[in-house]
Each structure stands twice: as structure tokens, then as C-alpha cells.
T-cell receptor, first 117, second 113 residues
Framework: ETGVTQTPRHLVMGMTNKKSLKCEQH?????MYWYKQSAKKPLELMFV???????ENNSVPSRFSPECPNSSHLFLHLHTLQPEDSALYLC????????????????FGQGTRLTVV | DQQVKQNSPSLSVQEGRISILNCDYT??????FLWYKKYPAEGPTFLIS???IKDKNEDGRFTVFLNKSAKHLSLHIVPSQPGDSAVYFC????????????WGAGTKLIIKP
């Protein structure tokens, strides 16, 4: 399998549940990202891992907990979420540290559509 | 305060005509700009990019124009095809790291037959 794969594609969870989103990349990249996409809003960067170390946490509530066990896998652990957390959660990967003018971009998974009830 | 703005939430264009998607930015430190395309139920896919040393980059039917003085870029698609119907995101980067990408809210492009 190639590219960035996310599972599950759809998830419905109650506010007291604990669930995890999984992301796997087969591109040999060394940076992975979690984004949140809400309707009619810009993509919101949540977490960045570079070389398996968390390098950015954009003021994300603690009910979201990322984990990066190796450079190919990224998890987002969810617990006690709120209905406003319902959104599309996208994972992406890239080769960190672009050279000057190098054409680099992030490759995205298909996302997990999360509904909190 | 949004640093990258796509002021048109949607755009409808006749098949075969030119589609022009616009993006404005406020941060003069941005030096690299990207366009992504997103179909429903899929993640965004990279379309085309431009660095600030250029004012135009062309790839097949897609051309991106950058006007640094106006802090404005646009994506031209010509001729527009039904498969181009999607949401288009503009993103900007400052510095050497990809995780500085700042995204616009997207413009939904509808190509009419």
C-alpha cells in the first residue's frame, strides 16, 4: 500500500468514550501531522511530529492526545470529547526541512469523519 | 485574524471556460504558496505551487500567478472540466519548515456541463 492511510474512515463516539485514530504513511517521510477540518473553516494544524518528536502543539485541548511510535505511524487518542469536536481529522506526512525552492508538499490521508454524540 | 484568505466560498463556471480562484495573504514573510484540491470524503491533494522568486508557474491546464506587491495569488484552470469540481485550498509557508503552512478556508468550484 502506498501513500497515507487513515483508519477508521468514519467514527461515531459518545462523550464518555475513548477511541483512537490511526495514520500510517508509506512514503519514507520523517514528519507527520494531525489537522482538523471543520466546515467552512481553514484547516487547523493540531500536532506536528518530526523525527518522532512532537515539535508543535497548537493549543489543542488535552482530550486529544497524539502518539508517534515510529516515523511511519501516528495516532490520535480521543477521550471525553465534546460535540463541537465533530469534524474531519486529517493526517499528513512530508519530508521535513525543505531545501530552498524545492517543490515539497504534504501528502494527506483520506481523513476520519468523527461525530461526537 | 486569518493570514490567508479565500474570499469566495464557491464559484460556478461553465465547462470549457476558464476558472479563476483567488487567494489573498497578509504576511509579507510568506515565500512559498501551494494549491490543494479536495474531493468529498478524501484528503486534500497537492495541485501546484509557486515560490516568491517567480510570478507564474504553469502545469498543464493549471497556472498559478503571484502578485507580491498586492499579496495576491490566483489559480487559473483552463479549460475547466467536470472533474475539476472540488474544493480548492490555498496555503502559504514562511521559512524552511513545512509545518508553517497556513491555510485558507477553501473555495468550492462547480463546473457546469
Amino acid at each position: 500500500e502506498t501513500g497515507v492511510t487513515q483508519t477508521p474512515r468514519h467514527l461515531v463516539m459518545g462523550m464518555t468514550n475513548k477511541k483512537s485514530l490511526k495514520c500510517e504513511q508509506h512514503l519514507g517521510h520523517n514528519a507527520m501531522y494531525w489537522y482538523k477540518q471543520s466546515a467552512k473553516k481553514p484547516l487547523e494544524l493540531m500536532f506536528v511530529y518530526s523525527l518522532e518528536e512532537r515539535v508543535e502543539n497548537n493549543s489543542v485541548p488535552s482530550r486529544f492526545s497524539p502518539e508517534c511510535p515510529n516515523s511511519s505511524h501516528l495516532f490520535l487518542h480521543l477521550h471525553t470529547l465534546q460535540p463541537e469536536d465533530s469534524a474531519l481529522y486529517l493526517c499528513a506526512s512530508s519530508q521535513d526541512g525543505r531545501a530552498e525552492w524545492e517543490n515539497t508538499e504534504a501528502f494527506f490521508g483520506q481523513g476520519t469523519r468523527l461525530t461526537v454524540v | 485574524d486569518q493570514q490567508v484568505k479565500q474570499n469566495s466560498p464557491s464559484l460556478s463556471v461553465q465547462e470549457g471556460r476558464i476558472s479563476i480562484l483567488n487567494c489573498d495573504y497578509t504576511n509579507s514573510m510568506f515565500d512559498y504558496f501551494l494549491w490543494y484540491k479536495k474531493y468529498p470524503a478524501e484528503g486534500p491533494t497537492f495541485l501546484i505551487s509557486i515560490s516568491s522568486i517567480k510570478d507564474k508557474n504553469e502545469d498543464g491546464r493549471f497556472t498559478v500567478f503571484l502578485n507580491k506587491s498586492a499579496k495576491h495569488l490566483s489559480l487559473h484552470i483552463v479549460p475547466s472540466q467536470p472533474g475539476d469540481s472540488a474544493v480548492y485550498f490555498c496555503a502559504a509557508s514562511a521559512g524552511d519548515s513545512n509545518y508553517q503552512l497556513i491555510w485558507g478556508a477553501g473555495t468550492k468550484l462547480i463546473i457546469k456541463p
